[in-house]
T-cell receptor, first 114, second 112 residues
Framework: GAGVSQSPSNKVTEKGKDVELRCDPI?????LYWYRQSLGQGLEFLIY????????KSGLPSDRFSAERTGGSVSTLTIQRTQQEDSAVYLC????????????FGPGTRLTVT | GNSVTQMEGPVTLSEEAFLTINCTYT??????LFWYVQYPGEGLQLLLK?????DKGSNKGFEATYRKETTSFHLEKGSVQVSDSAVYFCALSQTSGSRLTFGEGTQLTVNP
């Protein structure tokens, strides 16, 4: 079956612009996660959804970052007024549910802020 | 808070050599432990996992044992292949929560 998909695969934007990153989880997976992979910080957790609600958004680095999930499926991560330090690969993962289920990762969106 | 520490890389080995990548963790309670692998140009994939003390996870010739007394989950393989060249990440998740906390990653290069 289809895995986790993310779009776009690459995004180049100018500093100060807003960007939206999309994640399509595996069908039937109720849990969805966003992570960020950058050279200086490694792999960092951003936010976790169970269904459409986000019980853990403690990893969002600032109020410029927000995310939503609709219909228990697609999720969008929005970064407002992008800064150069936002440049990273943004990874989405999904799993069957809460707890120690395997998380399946998408290929990521590489964001470059110029 | 939770944290994961991996041995510093990069690691370069010859084919058929023995591999150990050290991983230690700090967490409250009884976390689940994972090794993820990222092959060149590909996404993160789960390699193996262990959910309680003394459990051994294994896959594709790789093994790791959950050692609570030493808070470690070292990755081993008896004979590496060129195709094992990748970045390996140790990670944990609390049983009461779902986020993964990752180590820094270890780049492994296996030469023929």
């Amino acid at each position: 079956g289809a895995g986790v998909s993310q779009s776009p695969s690459n995004k180049v934007t100018e500093k100060g612009k807003d960007v939206e990153l999309r994640c399509d989880p595996i069908s039937g997976h109720t849990a969805l996660y966003w992570y960020r992979q950058s050279l200086g910080q490694g792999l960092e957790f951003l936010i976790y959804f169970q269904g459409n609600s986000a019980p853990d958004k403690s990893g969002l680095p600032s109020d410029r970052f927000s995310a939503e999930r609709t219909g228990g499926s697609v999720s969008t991560l929005t970064i407002q007024r992008t800064q150069q330090e936002d440049s990273a690969v943004y990874l989405c993962a999904s799993s069957l549910g809460h707890g120690a289920y395997e998380q399946y990762f998408g290929p990521g969106t590489r964001l470059t802020v110029t | 808070g939770n944290s994961v520490t991996q041995m510093e890389g990069p690691v370069t080995l010859s084919e058929e050599a023995f591999l150990t990548i050290n991983c230690t963790y700090t967490a409250t309670g009884y976390p689940s432990l994972f090794w993820y692998v990222q092959y060149p140009g590909e996404g993160l994939q789960l390699l193996l996992k262990a959910t309680k003390a003394d459990d051994k996870g294994s896959n594709k010739g790789f093994e790791a044992t959950y050692r609570k007394e030493t808070t470690s989950f070292h990755l081993e393989k008896g004979s590496v292949q060129v195709s094992d060249s990748a970045v390996y990440f140790c990670a944990l998740s609390q049983t009461s929560g779902s986020r993964l906390t990752f180590g820094e990653g270890t780049q492994l290069t296996v030469n023929p």
